[in-house]
């Protein structure tokens, strides 16, 4: 056999298998992903479902916990290239800048008070809760309070939770978890954050 019939069966062994889940996934409601993991990418990958959703004309929120002190390129797109996007930040920066844990939690709160009407609203076909996971590990909101309120979000509504950690009870509910994995950062060879590329 040539390489061009093992080529051709070998691909059409592939496309029967892929054929067969699709198939098999029969199910139609929204889905919720977690992106976790201490690699680089997690916030960029759920941006990217944002405008992936944007392109259907679906509609879509984006809160970020932890971000808001510098300037995004994303948060700059979003703000004056997409009004339609509902976007808040809790915009305390980082945890570990602000050093005041009473502070953050009150924070934590206000940006939930946001979320939590967007989880009950079904008009909201995506909905995306940027470094959530760190208020879980912090313990800056109810674990119970952000697991219920993400497992009975409207069945059309998709979430996606970034950051790392949050916990087993998340990783337990959610349909989808990928985990982005530091093989090389640029950051430790001592290469400065690049606008653009990682902010």
């Not at 984006?62 to 979003?78: A, D, T």
């Amino acid at each position: 056999m040539d390489k061009n019939q093992k080529h051709k069966k070998s691909m059409q062994k592939q496309k029967q298998n892929v054929d067969a889940h699709i198939e098999a996934a029969s199910t139609e409601r929204g889905v919720s992903v977690l992106l976790t993991g201490n690699g680089k990418g997690k916030s960029s990958s759920a941006f990217g479902m944002v405008m992936r959703a944007l392109g259907y004309g679906q509609k879509v929120a984006v809160i970020q916990f932890i971000k808001g002190q510098q300037l995004s390129g994303e948060e700059i797109y979003v703000r004056e290239q997409c009004p339609q996007v509902t976007f808040y930040q809790m915009g305390t920066g980082f945890t570990w800048d602000t050093q005041d844990r009473e502070a953050d939690i009150q924070a934590a709160e206000r940006t939930w008070a946001q979320v939590a009407p967007l989880l009950e609203d079904p008009t909201y076909d995506l909905v995306v809760l940027d470094e959530l996971t760190y208020m879980l590990s912090f313990k800056y909101l109810e674990e119970e309070v952000v697991l219920n309120a993400l497992k009975n979000r409207p069945v059309e509504q998709s979430v996606v939770v970034t950051g790392r950690g949050g916990g087993s009870g998340l990783q337990e509910i959610m349909d989808t978890v990928s985990e982005v994995k530091d093989s090389k950062h640029a950051y430790t060879s001592g290469i400065k954050a690049r606008k653009g590329v990682d902010y």
